[in-house]
């Protein structure tokens, strides 16, 4: 009996031990540049640096703005936090818009893509792709997204899709890529001759480092676009902090802090838009008794130090240079981890999330460049970089959620914390904040050797 008894133990313990590696794999560690995805990187951005050519253009600047309203007619699920429940609106506290911005110079033209959503989602992405207006690529999009945690879901399938934007309903997922088409449409409509103007303020007073809190930094950069149409005048506002002035308990459709600073700042200006910057490890840092009373808070502030921009002065050189691109980027295989050194094996989080591709958004217009990323990716990486660009004579705008997601890119002193950035959302290994940070720098420095503007000063 006792022999019975200790095969049948052994044949369980078998048993349970290939389940357990058939699941679970060791935390790949190996430094990034010496795995493949990383020397197809460094190929594709030594052919970018060889090929790439940004041409001056002498030709009037035209510009034009859209505001499409995105509002569901019935109750949806609301994205943004896996511990809502249930995920159902029960109400409207704002209407949800996509806003857009087209940019032309010459024979060429962008357009910079917002919405009052969590993400812009690959399946959304790639929606849009095949919608897309006459005449219209990709490479000419450029999206962003306002990061509300209380914005509309149902727009990604899969497990996690499930967990954070609660079920899928593919009428949903057309409806916004519809209406981002049709924003695109009508904007490029109303092209006209106008100005752009770049200009920045340090407001390290309303951002919080929420991941390691004061042995961390703060991105503290408010980052602003205005564009002038005859006498029209528009505005596209980027800030770090999350928007999370809403919590899990509410139940409201809202853009947080976004919907206030927009409408806050439309009584001054025609046109507001909102796009998320390096918003990984950033949290708001007002007070208030309510969400509302936060939230508010801190569109009064924004509100003054955009108006205060405004006042004091911008870049105003007309820009010679538009250009935009988008780059493909290779990535680790993803898993989550269990521990600081076992995780799910990557097939589990692909059936799970999906396989969708990610790339790198790029746009040069004048002396700003824009890089749009996939994920939600630390201001403590962003900050250095600014420096970078601004000792080249440029202004960074570093954006997130350009239509892929790759969960947290955080600096990689913080991988080990087992806190949520970095132990649940930070999926593809130990070093992807160096290595982002390394391609945006190389991007700036490709641009900056591959511009003709700068040909004189070679």
Not at 61 to 67: D, F, P, R
Not at 142 to 147: D, L, S, V
Not at 256 to 274: C, E, G, I, K, R
Not at 435 to 458: D, K
Request: glycine share 6%; charged share 15%; proline share 4%.
């Amino acid at each position: 009996m006792i022999r019975i008894i200790l095969k049948i133990v052994m044949v369980l313990f078998a048993f349970f031990a290939v389940i357990v590696l058939s699941v679970t794999t060791v935390v790949d560690t190996t430094p990034y540049a010496q795995k493949a995805f990383y020397q197809e990187m460094d190929q594709r951005l030594d052919s970018l640096e060889q090929n790439l050519v940004i041409r001056s253009d002498s030709s009037q600047l035209q510009v034009a703005w859209a505001e499409v309203n995105i509002t569901p007619n019935e109750l949806l699920p609301l994205a943004g936090y896996g511990a809502r429940d249930p995920k159902l609106m029960e109400g409207i506290l704002d209407s949800s818009y996509v806003r857009t911005i087209v940019f032309q110079l010459g024979v060429r033209k962008a357009a910079i893509v917002t919405a009052d959503l969590l993400i812009i989602h690959p399946e959304l992405r790639n929606a849009v792709f095949q919608s897309l207006p006459e005449g219209w690529s990709p490479d000419e999009v450029y999206f962003t997204a306002t990061h509300t945690h209380s914005g509309q879901g149902g727009w990604a399938p899969g497990v996690v899709g499930e967990l954070f934007a609660g079920s899928f309903q593919q009428d949903e997922l057309d409806f916004l890529s519809q209406n981002i088409s049709y924003s695109i449409e009508v904007a490029y409509s109303k092209l006209k001759p106008g100005t752009v103007q770049f200009g920045e303020l340090s407001l390290d007073n309303l951002v919080r480092n929420r991941l390691v809190k004061d042995r961390g930094i703060v991105d503290p950069w408010l980052k602003v676009v205005r564009i002038q149409q005859d006498t029209l005048i528009g505005q596209l506002i980027s800030f770090s902090a999350h928007a999370t002035c809403y919590g899990a308990a509410n139940h409201r459709l809202t853009s947080d802090y976004p919907a206030q600073l927009v409408a806050s700042l439309n009584n001054t200006f025609d046109f507001t838009a909102f796009a998320a910057g390096a918003v990984g490890s950033m949290a708001v840092n007002v007070s208030g008794e309510t969400p509302k009373e936060v939230a508010n808070a801190l569109a009064t502030e924004l509100t003054e130090q955009t108006q205060l921009l405004s006042l004091i002065g911008m870049s105003q050189q007309p820009p010679q240079t538009l250009t935009s691109f988008r780059l493909h980027l290779p990535l680790r295989d993803p898993y989550v981890k269990l521990t600081n050194r076992l995780a799910l094996r990557p097939y589990l989080f692909e059936n799970a999330f999906g396989n969708y591709s990610n790339d790198i958004n790029v746009m040069v217009l004048g002396q700003a460049i824009f890089v749009g990323l996939p994920c939600d990716f630390s201001g403590e990486l962003a900050v250095p970089l600014y420096e970078e660009a601004r000792a080249l004579g440029y202004q960074l705008f570093i954006t997130s959620f350009n239509g892929g997601y790759a969960g947290y890119v955080i600096k990689d002193e913080w991988y080990d914390l087992n806190k949520y950035e970095a132990r649940t959302m930070s999926w593809y290994g130990p070093d992807t904040g160096s290595y982002l940070s390394e391609i945006v720098s190389r991007l700036i420095h490709t641009i900056h050797e591959n511009s003709q503007t700068n040909l004189a000063h070679r």
